[in-house]
């Protein structure tokens, strides 16, 4: 077996950058999906780093995605905006979209952003935890193409349909975070089981046939399916109407019907909210009166790790953050070589 490659940061980034360059994307586009792609990678997010640039050159190449698309925001009531992607990426709007939705937030104590035609290919972390960075409490929630069975049948209609939430810290601390699909797993996860031969935990999938598997390639043939049964498929109900049918986009089996199957992102939406906790308890929405509120939060936090073994959500993720800034990251030579392949154009 070949040894995988490593690579710093700044050179995830740049190489990244040199990719999307090489297929006519905007310097705009380029660097917010190359932010995008870095931070996962530094976080040890695998399935939404540099094994996710294929799939973004792939939807470039097929013409599907426009890469240098102009994010256009819409001011559609006090409390919402909407960020019209034009064909592009999200990563982009979100950036766009981000300042318009925090001073919503900020004047009214709570602000939805509606993001439209857009194709989201990443981990949704970023976005809620760049708000919470700025005292605000942030949900996001995306869907995608069909791929996992409602409760109790056995062929894709939902997405994976994740759900992002961050809670601001005081003191220093970096944001509560918690990010995961409402599928068993990110199908990211089942793809890369697959490249690297290796068979999925019993309970991600079921077969073309309905059958329970642990075969990825079955899995992603049949259907992935939702966390906890009954209970994670409503989630992922939820999610497909305030993404689809709230903001007037696109359904998960809708955005798959008119997909062209490039292996990129699916075009649809992302809704999210972003809440100042400073206004939720009759206070001014002052500085000091958001810092009780983070205090006390800080109490169910100390109970938790005060349990043998529990964590917070991404407590994972931020001690990867502080260990590959020196030591960088790995990524398989097979990948590599194929990130080389795209460089060249």
């Keep these: 077996m070949s040894e995988p490659a490593r690579l710093t940061l700044d050179e995830v980034h ?27 990678e530094r976080d040890d997010c695998k399935s939404h780093g540099l094994f996710r ?57 709570i602000a939805v952003l509606a993001l439209v035609n857009g194709y989201h290919f990443a981990a949704l972390w970023p976005e809620t935890e760049a708000l919470a960075e700025q005292g605000l409490v942030a949900f996001a929630c ?24 961050s809670w601001p810290r005081g003191e220093g601390k970096p944001p509560m975070v918690f990010d995961q699909a409402t599928a068993a797993s990110a199908r990211g996860e089942i793809m890369i089981h697959e490249r690297d031969g290796k068979p999925i935990p019993e309970g991600w999938a079921i077969d073309p046939d309905g059958n329970p598997t642990t075969d990825p390639a079955a899995g992603l043939a049949g259907a992935q399916l939702p966390f906890g049964g009954y209970k994670g498929a409503a989630v992922a109900l939820m999610v497909e109407l305030l993404a689809g049918a709230l903001i007037g986009d696109a359904f998960s089996y809708e955005a798959g019907g008119r997909d062209n199957g490039d292996g990129g992102p699916s075009k649809g ?77």
């Design 53 to 109: 640039v294929p799939g973004y050159m792939a939807s470039v190449k097929s013409g599907k995605v426009t890469p240098d698309a102009v994010p256009a925001v819409h001011h559609l009531a006090p409390g919402v905006v909407q960020v019209d992607a034009r064909n592009g990426f999200a990563p982009l709007a979100l950036k766009v979209g981000r300042e318009p939705l925090a001073g919503k937030a900020r004047e009214q104590g």
């Design 142 to 165: 995306t869907s995608y193409m069909p791929c996992v069975a409602p409760a109790g049948g056995t062929r894709p209609l939902y997405g994976t349909n994740p759900i992002a939430f």
């Design 269 to 345: 939406g992302e809704f999210m909210f972003a809440i100042d906790p400073a206004r939720c308890t009759g206070g001014d929405g002052s500085d000091e009166g958001r810092a009780a509120q983070l205090a006390h939060a800080e109490g169910i936090f100390e109970k938790i790790l005060e349990q043998d073994g529990a964590r917070l959500p991404s407590d994972r993720r931020y001690e990867a953050r502080r260990r590959t800034p020196a030591e960088g990251i790995t990524i398989p030579r097979s990948l590599y070589d194929a990130l080389m392949e795209l460089k060249a154009g």
């Design 14 to 40: 740049a190489l990244a950058m040199e990719i999307f360059a090489a297929h006519g994307l905007s310097e705009d586009q380029a660097t917010a999906v190359a932010d995008t792609v870095t931070a996962a």
